[in-house]
Nanobody
Framework: QVQLVESGGGLVQAGGSLRLSCAAS????????MGWYRQAPGKQRELVAT???????NYADSVKGRFTISRDNAKNTVYLQMNSLKPEDTAVYYC????????WGRGTQVTVSS
C-alpha cells in the first residue's frame, strides 16, 4: 500500500507564491518519475511538471520560468515551487509517482485571486 500526502495549497493573490509538497509512504521499493498535474473546473487534468530520478525536468509551457519542480529521494518527496502565480493557475493540484505502478494523491486546492 502506497500513500501520497499533498500539502501547501491555499489562497494567494496574483503575483504571489506557494510551495506544494507531496510525500510518499508505504511499500515503496524505488520511485521513478514524480510529477504534478492540475485540473481546473470544467477542464481536463493536465501535466504541470515532471522530474525523473536522475533529476531531469519537464514543464508545461504555461508554467515555464515560474514553477520549479524538485525532489528529495531520501524522503520520497516531490515539491513544486510556484512563483508569479496567475488566476489561470487556479486548480486542484495532484501529485503522481511511478514505482513503476502509478499512484496519485488526492489533490490540494490552489486558488489565485486577481
Amino acid at each position: 500500500q502506497v500513500q501520497l500526502v499533498e500539502s501547501g495549497g491555499g489562497l494567494v493573490q496574483a503575483g504571489g507564491s506557494l510551495r506544494l509538497s507531496c510525500a510518499a509512504s508505504g511499500s515503496i521499493f524505488s520511485i521513478g518519475a514524480m510529477g504534478w498535474y492540475r485540473q481546473a473546473p470544467g477542464k481536463q487534468r493536465e501535466l504541470v511538471a515532471t522530474i525523473t530520478r536522475a533529476l531531469r525536468t519537464n514543464y508545461a509551457d504555461s508554467v515555464k520560468g515560474r514553477f520549479t519542480i524538485s525532489r528529495d529521494n531520501a524522503k520520497n518527496t516531490v515539491y513544486l515551487q510556484m512563483n508569479s502565480l496567475k488566476p489561470e493557475d487556479t486548480a486542484v493540484y495532484y501529485c503522481r509517482i511511478t514505482t513503476p505502478v502509478d499512484y496519485w494523491g488526492r489533490g490540494t486546492q490552489v486558488t489565485v485571486s486577481s
